[in-house]
């Protein structure tokens, strides 16, 4: 098995944990916003650190940074800003695995862009199985209680924040895979980390002015939460260094369909952490995409 496929999987487990925490967050001590700041504020002193230690001990020094680099990686970086606003959002309207799946139209979404922007492509048997896990997107995209038919699967807030969320999941990934390929180095780890530092430096400083002009004290509360908020950042800093390190080797629509394993994880954290149930139609659903997770893993 490819390495890309355990580094899709390693990426998924720490993005489940990274998720939990900032339900946490999100519910009790901070707003929306800051606890998406939090997940990057974080970040960013770690991934600093070990880029440059990595820099001295690495022969391979890649050189000066283009300006379509940056260009990929502040679209990027503001594209996940937005993705992550929008999933921590689904946390008040459903349960913690639904909210999660919800995210996963992310697959198709990176497909589609990826061609356009990048020309990557997918072969026949990898778009079925894409497909499959759209169709257990679909399924669980139901509200709770079941009326209204599929017009209220689609058109509820739940459904669009989480197409809203693939929409800039797939843009970010797309710019990150662009931008990962922008630098002169044949070191996928090099790649990923000066890429990963360069974006979650922008996202911080971003959202730290953003915060600080349309939600007074709330950069205050996110201190005021380190003991859990570093732990969101630590778990965001390894999940994303897995993801650009993945984009450094495979297509990011493969990378991201074999990163829906997250849906099983979210599961587990749904039913032993927040004691949330999980019903008939929702097992349904996670077992589609659960298919086409081994499906992409067998024929790539």
């Given at each position: ?77 503001l594209a996940q800003i937005l993705a992550t ?216």
């Amino acid at each position: 098995m490819s390495a890309w496929v355990f580094i899709s999987i390693a990426a998924a487990a720490f993005q489940t944990l990274r998720f939990m925490l900032q339900k946490h967050l999100s519910t009790g001590e901070l707003s929306t916003g800051g606890a998406t700041f939090a997940r990057f504020a974080y970040s960013a002193p770690f991934i600093t650190l070990l880029t440059a230690a990595y820099w001295q001990v690495t022969p391979d020094t890649p050189g000066a940074l283009s300006g379509v680099f940056w260009a990929y990686a502040l679209v990027g970086g503001l594209a996940q800003i937005l993705a992550t606003w929008c999933v921590v959002a689904i946390f008040a309207s459903r349960n913690f695995a639904v909210g999660i799946t919800f995210k996963k139209t992310e697959v198709v979404l990176t497909a589609l862009v990826g061609f356009v922007v990048l020309g990557d492509s997918i072969s026949l048997s990898g778009l079925i199985a894409i497909l499959i896990g759209l169709i257990g997107v679909l399924i669980l995209s139901e509200m709770p209680g079941g009326a209204g038919g599929w017009a209220r699967r689609l058109i509820n807030r739940a459904a669009g924040l989480g197409l809203l969320s693939g929409v800039f999941f797939a843009v970010s990934a797309v710019a990150y895979r662009g931008a990962t390929l922008e630098i002169s180095s044949t070191d996928p780890l090099m790649r990923a980390s000066l890429s990963l530092m360069a974006v979650t430096l922008s996202q911080a400083i971003g959202m730290a002015l953003w915060l600080g002009w349309r939600e007074k004290g709330e950069l205050s509360r996110v201190w005021a939460a380190r003991r859990t908020a570093v732990w969101t950042g630590i778990t965001g800093l390894a999940g994303s260094l897995c993801w650009f390190t993945a984009f450094t080797l495979q297509n990011a629509a493969y990378v991201f369909a074999v990163g829906q394993v997250e849906v099983i994880f979210s599961i587990a954290a749904s039913v032993l952490f927040f004691r949330e149930k999980i019903t008939g139609r929702e097992v349904t659903g996670i077992a589609l995409l659960s298919l086409s997770i081994v499906a992409l893993v067998l024929l790539h």
